[in-house]
């Protein structure tokens, strides 16, 4: 399927788009161009199954994705509305058959997310042609696949998307290791002498020889040598597995090159998983927004209200990241335009006084656009959600009870609530793992280290991941975790499954830190 | 787009797991309850990609709404999902329903089982033609005029060169308009197939050994099923005496008493007589029994099978159903007075995981 850059909405959508365009524009929305795509529900299906990439590479699993949206589709049991592409320009697809003010609430939510996108710093990292990039990937991936077969790469692609999570999503801001000389003609590589001589003090040449005695620095030299030559690798735990696997593992090129389009991908996908309250909330706030003040006429309100609640519904088991991010938002504004936040506010425990509180601040926009750019869902938790909040929408914690295999309600308490909201958005909601020893053992094997934090590793999904590890890897494959209160250690050889149980261990009452 | 190519791989790889587990299908019955007309909904574990996720123990979530603390939320699987979280999808009970057509299940058992392809016997490169009018032409007799095709026309063309009128809406036909009724010859081929099942209802088959009879039906049906279309099946019960009864009855009835199998099979003697002339039809008998006869009627039904049955099927299959009360000796006794007959096929059922045997030596024979 082409992508053109112009878009086939008919005169009606098109005419509809400038107007909500400049809505969004009045209100101070900043995005890239945006482009609408009208498409039927099937087309739509097809390229939501595919993350929203029509021009994907081929992969079994965005066919059972198909299979399902376009069952659910036709049985009537669900329907996608919107989707949007993180790109420049920016990508959104229409359904067809969406009535006119379906579509005006959807092109509303758009400009949220397009907004979002562009400003929130947490996407300031991403690749905004990965649409073009995309078809790149697609064409590579479906080259090997000519060249060495289909079920092959497929099998391949399928080892690598069981580690894609294992990333580091935090790496794109930070520089983790010292730069590489990129053009390694031009740079000199420090001489070995060089790279093993100690850190010196800044100091004039005749003060040198009082500032960094010799024979300090010979010491710290013979230390540092001796240091060099037990190194790990890596230096210290790499979170992101699958660079470490991209740098050290005997994969042919094709491997490699697949391996890193997954990366790539997963990097790219990375931001949506950490922003999901943020980016949906926001969005919601800015349809409703437009939608209420300016675009929804009389005849339409009804409808407009019928589907804005259904999209806001939240059931007792899931928290819907629409209301909550939404209602977030609103929140925030609420409370910055009354000047109920800072010091004074904070220490005033006259729940009365508290409610009406109002210096008339106004700072509400400003605030909740400032919000927008720095946080992600982690900490936009973490600083706005408050005790009032979670009381007016009756926010709850529930966990597994194993006697009566049903999930319960275990708590309203405010700071058990947030703390499972916090815990459950750490890291997406994976486990935090990472690569300790790149050569256990002495002899190339993998160790990677599952950084317990109360919830244990699914056994069998562990297991078959292991084997899938194992065979980027080449060398057996170890994870370290916690298995019923007891240290464990997984391994995989290539053959056959190990799990080493080792001594109970303490685990803080995560209760007793709260 | 080529997401067809995705869901055609997806599909490849559905089916590929439903072949390795076909084993495991066959001796569950579950299947059967799944069955609609033409497609079986078989229930395939989930193809997720395995990744280190969070399990069951120690996890939880954030919801939203009422209830007091200690309120049950639900079963894990139909339960908590979303932003919620730290494994707030524990895994397990995720299954995919994929629909199989019977003919597609019949080719997997097969060639599982390979099972040789059946030489259909009598009139099978015959074939009738039957005409049928399902098509249009251009040209034809005026008694076949397809009136509301041709003014469809008429009217099309008319609107096309601008010659309708709203105001006046005449519609006239010219003769580049008309259309005519046509039909078309369909091949019928003459080969028929007819299954007689005979099933021992007597007071000692219990309730499993007749889901084992039932299962094993059920793969008879859908491999003779794939080789003929349109199999007649009749369904023939009995203790002491036998009747003809519909498939429903046959497998759920529980009935008590002695057994005297000669009965069933002047039953199904009368049937084969009545109504399948044995020149021009391929008849299967498939008796299940536990093998308990009455004595003094062993004699009378060897008589019986020799002379009628055998001599007016392509193959008779006994399949002999261990019982709590101990195996009865019927199958020795049939051993004993026709021995390897080419036509007769015997076969032990002790439990469920036999059935995948007996049905390949049933079918085996390729008749």
Redesign the interface.
Known sequence: ?SMGPTSNLTPELAVMQVEIEAHALRYGLDFYPTIFELIDAD?LN??A??GGF?TRY???????E??QLAKGYHYGLQKIYEMVINNNPCYAYLMRSNAAIDQKLVMAHVYGHCDFFKNNDWFAQTNRKMMDDMANHGNRVRRYMDQVG?EEV?DFI?AC??????IDIYSPFIQRREKRADDRFGSEEPKEAERNRPPRYQSKGYMDSFVNPREVMLAKQLEGADKNAARRIPDRPERDVLLFVLEHAPLAPWQADVLSIVRDESYYFAPQAQT??MNEGWASFWHSTIMINDAVTAVDIINYADHHSGTMA????????Y??GIELFRDIEDRWNRGAFGREYDECDDVQVRRRWNTNAGLGRKKIFEVRRIHNDLTFIDEFLTLDFVRD????????N?G?????????EFPK?KQ??L???TNR???I?SVVDGNYRNRGELYLR?DFS????????????L??LQRLWSRPVH?ETVLENARAVLAFDGKNHDIEKGDPIEIPDLESIT | MDIERDQRRFKQIVRGRIRDNLRKYITHGEMIGRKGRDLVSIPVPQLDVPRFKFGKNGSGGVGQGDGEVGDSLGKPGQGPDGAGGAGSDPGGGHYLEVEVSLDELAEMLGNELELPRIKPKGAASIEAEKTKYNSIRQTGPESLRHLRRTYLRALKRQISTGSYEPADPRVVPVRADKQYRSWNEVPQPQVNAAVIYIMDVSGSMTDEQKEIVRTEAFWIDAWLGKQYKGVEKRYIIHDAVAKEVDEHTFYHTRESGGTRISSAYKTAADIIEASFPVADWNIYCFQFSDGDNWGDDNRKAFELLGEKLIPASNLFCYGQVESPYGSGDFIDALEKQFGSHEKLVFSEIADKDAIYESIRKFLGKGK
């Open positions: 399927m087309e097809a390229i199954a595919r029509p081929p992969h079994w699993r965005f066919g059972m198909y299979e289909v497929e399928d998307l069981s580690v894609e999570d294992l999901k309250i939240s059931s007792p088991t899931q928290l819907n990241p209301k909550v929408h009756k926010l709850f914690r529930f966990g597994y194993a009566s295999e049903a999930y319960e309600i275990e708590s309203r609530v499972q909201l815990q459950s958005l909601g994976r486990p793992i599952h109360g919830v244990e590793l699914q056994t069998d999904f562990a297991v078959d991941t084997r899938n994870i």
